[in-house]
């Protein structure tokens, strides 16, 4: 073994590379010398970004994040209240942020958002997609109009959102970021019932989209990748746990012990794929459950 730890040329030309990077078969390494500080990495100073389902919760998390690191965010939401707050809230922090009312079930108000946010700020960088929600209804029980309004927020929406800001990259030719927020629950249910399956589906097909679009769109400079939340303590969850009747809970039995975390703990995750820190990530789908798939209890 102590050989390994004989400091030989072989070892000196590696420290060398460690150290002052090279240019190997085409594959460039940065060493230390060349690599680029985490500070600027880190800076989203000049970019510009669209968050769906921005006004509340995650959404409004990652809105946070991403105006702390610079960028000028678009909130992309229905919720006119909240949205409104939220603008004042950050605005009176100095940062640019503005609002767009549209629901992304409407493909024409999707595209009117886009172009409201291109002609606001002159270009779009990064999107988040993060509208969607969820409602606890038994399989028996559902209707075509819940299964509609659900999935056509939360994937179809979604995939057409996507569309339109990608149509904006390729135009500008600068590339961009696209982060998709899914769930845990489209690949694994790690609560006690489910009652969840229009949810579900849209989540597990949003993961799925998002791996064959990486393919699609990285030649095109466009990287996206998806995250899996957990369980969060959202406005959005307490609401529709309010709807939740008797009935249904009965029937949902004892709820499992899956941790539930802060927001701002997928913010930053969301954060991350947003910035060139996730530059070698393509189509990658990101737990981020607090170890809820690996039945670690809160």
Known sequence: MDELYTFDPMYQRLLGVDIRGADIGGVKIAGAEHAVPMAE?????????????????????VVNRLTEAGARVMIVDIAVEFAQAAVEHFTGLGRDVR???????????????????????????????????????????????????????GLKGT??????VAR?????????????????????????????VPYVAAKSGLVGVSQSLARELKPLG???????????????????????????????????????????EVARVVFMLATPVSDFMHGATVVVDGGARLMIKK
């Open 159 to 164: 995939v057409f959102f996507t569309q339109a």
């Open 99 to 153: 609002f767009e009312l549209a629901d992304i079930r409407d493909l024409g108000a999707v595209q009117r958002a886009v172009d409201a946010t291109f002609e606001a700020f002159g270009g779009i960088d990064i999107l988040v997609n993060n509208a969607a929600f969820w409602r606890v209804t038994k399989f028996l029980d559902m209707t075509e109009a819940t299964w509609d309004a659900v999935v056509d927020t």
């Open 41 to 61: 990495m880190l800076d989203l100073t000049g970019k510009t970004a669209i968050v769906t389902g921005g006004a509340r919760g995650l959404g409004f998390c």
């Open 222 to 264: 466009i990287t996206i990748n998806c995250v899996l939340p957990g369980g969060m303590m959202s406005p959005g969850a307490v609401h529709s746990s309010l709807d939740i009747t008797p009935e249904l809970r009965e029937a949902m039995g004892e709820p499992g012990q899956a941790p539930v975390t802060d927001p701002d």
């Open 168 to 196: 904006r990259m390729v135009e500008q030719g600068r590339g961009g970021r696209i982060v998709n927020v899914a769930s845990i629950a489209g690949v694994s249910m790690e609560s006690s019932y489910g009652m969840l």
